[in-house]
């Protein structure tokens, strides 16, 4: 009998829900476990570091990576595994774009440091501790990761084949990629393993859509009373539908939530934050700087809501010098 | 180069390098006729013709900072005047949320900046680059967080 082809899963600075999406396949999982031989995944087997570096090279089939690269160890391990592996694929939006753990590059290392071990109200840190990469004690050294002023997106770091968007993908999206690297029947490399066209397109609202959608105000969701059955964007909740990658199948549309965007940005475009400001402005209905303004007040975090999952794949990074944390 | 350099030459200063994103049917003449007047103005900024100001992604803004612009200049045509119709009203919100946008960033107001410039007015074509080019170099380089 022919060997099964080995996978590894690996996180770094990610929530575990990707890890939750693995499981989420249900008893689909089964047919994964049957066809494939899982080598390496910290957060259900017990294989070790060491057991994925007596693998040779290029031995592992497929790794699917999700979480931002954020610490020394992270960097450390997706090295390794790309060295292992045939196939690396990027798994869910953290590692894909930089995920909401790249919201942290609205700072750098030092201000997070000073906000969180020394200015925060919760801290109760007597002597003023930082973390220390190295400590030593009686009973010989202690060693904790670097960490990084910036968090990356997986390909920032090392070279990436094919990306599974989503926070997190969905257990239909994650089941077509594994049939498909088990046929052999992949895409070109760096494509992404989703929709090509944005998520209106799919979306079962698209139909309710005025034919020329024009807003008045920006509503916050939390303060809205939602029409399940009505064009988000016409009620004026401000859907990243029309500049987010479809194959979702417009799931927190049909749970009455606005897109936040965690597919990223189609093919064509290289910034989803620009795009969001570009296409929330065309179908702003006012003239007048004064409105204008007024109406951008109920936008508080301009890059939380248009970069939530792609700020460290950004045009642009912060400037540098110390931003306050406040 | 830095051999050949007289010892005598004081360090060279910092000159701020600005894009403009000038608008076909109204800044760009303006440019072009204090060109031909000979208005002399500081030759740091880079013009880029668009057929709108409404034509300017805010991807092109960014890209102008990413490749090392200190400053980027929006220009458009007066409100009411815009040859497409509305144009100009797109950049200006683009303009207002890409503002915000910069500022949480950490980005300092100055270094974004929309004006509405008519083809008759070259005067305020020179003086808006001579202010814009002198608020830029207070500032000093835009320097990006490259991180390590």
């Known amino acids: 009998m022919a060997q099964k082809p080995k996978v590894a899963f690996y996180w770094c600075a990610s929530c575990g829900g990707c890890e939750e999406a693995v499981v989420d396949l249900a008893e689909g999982i089964l047919d994964v476990v049957a066809a494939v031989d899982i080598v390496f995944w910290p957060v259900a087997l017990d294989f070790k570091v060491p057991d994925v570096e007596a693998l040779p090279d290029g031995s592992i089939a497929a790794s699917f990576i999700n979480g931002a690269v954020r610490l020394s160890e992270q960097e450390d391990m997706v090295r390794l595994l790309r060295r292992k592996s045939k196939y690396v694929i990027a798994f869910g939006s953290c590692s894909h774009l930089g995920g909401i753990p790249g919201l942290a590059n609205l700072w750098d290392r030092r201000s997070i440091f000073e906000w969180y071990y020394h200015k925060a109200p919760s801290v109760a840190n007597g002597g003023a501790q930082e973390p220390q990469e190295r400590v030593e004690v009686p009973e010989g050294t202690l060693e904790l990761p670097a960490f990084w002023d910036v968090v990356k997106a997986l390909d920032e770091v090392i070279d990436v084949d094919y990306y599974l968007p989503g926070c997190p993908p969905t257990p239909k999206l994650i089941g077509n990629a594994v049939n498909a690297l088990l046929k052999g029947e992949l895409p070109p490399k760096g494509a992404v393993l989703a929709g090509t066209r944005a998520l209106c397109h799919e979306c079962p609202l698209n139909e309710t859509k005025p034919e020329k959608l024009l807003i008045k105000e920006v509503k916050r969701v939390h303060l809205t009373k939602v029409d399940p059955e009505k064009c988000l964007l016409s009620q004026g909740v401000l859907c990243l539908g029309p500049v987010t990658r479809g194959g979702c199948e417009a799931l927190c549309v049909k749970g009455a939530m606005p897109c936040t965007g965690c597919f990223g940005p189609t093919d064509e475009v290289r910034d989803q934050g620009a795009k969001g400001i570009s296409y929330l402005s065309s179908i702003l209905d006012f003239d007048e700087e004064a409105d204008i303004r007024r109406v951008m007040e109920n936008i508080p975090d301009p890059v939380g809501t248009f970069y939530r999952y792609a700020l460290p794949r950004a045009i642009l990074t912060k400037p540098k010098g110390v931003k306050s944390h406040a | ?148």
Not at chain 2, 24 to 31: G, K, L, M, Q, V
Not at chain 2, 46 to 72: H, N, Y
Not at chain 2, 92 to 118: A, H, N, P, V
């Open chain 2, 1 to 148: 180069m830095m051999a050949m350099a007289k010892p005598d030459v004081p360090k060279q200063e910092f000159e701020p390098r600005i894009v403009a994103f000038v608008c076909n049917w109204c800044t760009y003449i303006a440019a072009d006729a204090a060109g031909v007047a000979r208005a002399r103005y500081a030759p740091n900024v880079r013009l880029i013709r668009t057929m709108c100001s409404g034509r300017v992604d805010p991807q092109f803004v960014l890209t102008a900072f990413e490749k090392g612009a200190d400053g980027v200049l929006l220009c458009g045509c007066h409100p009411r005047d815009c040859h497409y119709s509305a144009g100009n009203y797109k950049a200006l919100r683009r303009y207002t949320l890409l503002k915000k946008l910069l500022s949480q960033m950490g980005f300092e107001d100055d270094r974004l900046r929309l004006e509405w410039i008519s083809a008759s007015e070259a005067e305020k074509f020179r003086k808006v680059v001579e202010d814009m080019t002198e608020r830029v170099r207070k500032l000093g380089p835009l320097e990006l967080n490259g991180g390590d």
